[in-house]
């Protein structure tokens, strides 16, 4: 049954991966969707596609979600009831131990996968609070529920994403509004890339050997998640490719 059709949601991060896929899905069921990424040109592509193949309205725009004014003023210009927001925009940046990691790389991971996800559902989530409807999806990791060496701020960030859907939940308790977390393992998108600074070699790298997840795997979940009964919340999806087991067991063909 679609229970979505008709409905309005943000999806953050929708240039390219996750986002891209779960913003397809959804305009595929009938919502008319808000898309926000860094990347004006892809998302206006996007936009384009969606509108001619599935009749929805797509709304644009291109900011980075670490900017808490660019974050308001988003919200503000938005003139009518979100009822979902899929928290996806976030990466991850190199695997340098605590003892040699670069701040910089340290403060984009942190005002991205924590702040940015904050900002944004602090704005909205007064709203569904209002309305007393909402659904908040935060896309999380394996790395919210387990560390690795290499990842120390990575790990921490989606750790965080972890605290702040259950404290989310919990502030909302005795609302009708819906907070839900999906937590990814190993997924070939531009994730790897954007951590290893473009070197595309190394990227290859950490899915060679295995079959990991694609984008649409997990853009099935946040939609399964989204439309499910208006008295049922899934707090959280662990999803793994079937040859990984943990953060660091990944099964690889020689």
């Not at 904050?118 to 529920?145: C, D, F, P, Q, T």
Request: hydrophobic share 35%.
């Amino acid at each position: 049954m679609n229970r979505l059709q008709g409905k309005t949601a943000i999806i953050t991060g929708a240039s390219a991966g996750i986002g891209k896929s779960t913003a397809k899905l959804m305009a595929e069921t009938g919502v008319d969707l808000y898309i926000t990424g860094r990347r004006e040109e892809k998302l206006q592509q996007l936009k384009r596609d969606l509108e001619s193949e599935y009749g929805v309205t797509v709304t644009t725009a291109a900011f980075d979600v670490q900017n808490s004014e660019a974050c308001s003023k988003f919200i503000g210009s938005i003139n009518e009831p979100v009822d979902i927001l899929v928290n996806n925009a976030g990466m991850a940046k190199g695997t340098d131990p605590v003892y040699s990691a670069s701040f910089e790389d340290w403060n984009t991971m942190i005002d991205t996968n924590i702040k940015g996800l904050l900002y944004l559902s602090r704005l909205i989530s007064a709203k569904m609070k209002e309305r007393n409807y909402g659904h908040i999806i935060n896309v999380g990791s394996i790395a919210g529920h387990e560390s690795y060496p290499g990842g120390v701020v990575y790990t921490a960030t989606k750790h965080a994403v972890k605290a702040i859907t259950e404290a989310t939940k919990k502030d909302l308790h005795g609302t009708k509004v819906r907070v839900s977390m999906v937590s990814p393992g190993l997924v070939e998108t531009e994730f790897s890339e954007v951590r290893f600074s473009g070197d595309k070699e190394k990227a290859d790298q950490v899915y060679k050997g295995m079959q990991p997840l694609m984008a649409l795997d997990i853009a099935e979940i946040i939609l399964f998640t989204a439309n499910r009964p208006e008295h049922v919340n899934i707090m959280d999806t662990i999803v793994f490719p079937v040859d990984q087991s943990s953060s660091t067991m990944v099964h690889r063909d020689e």
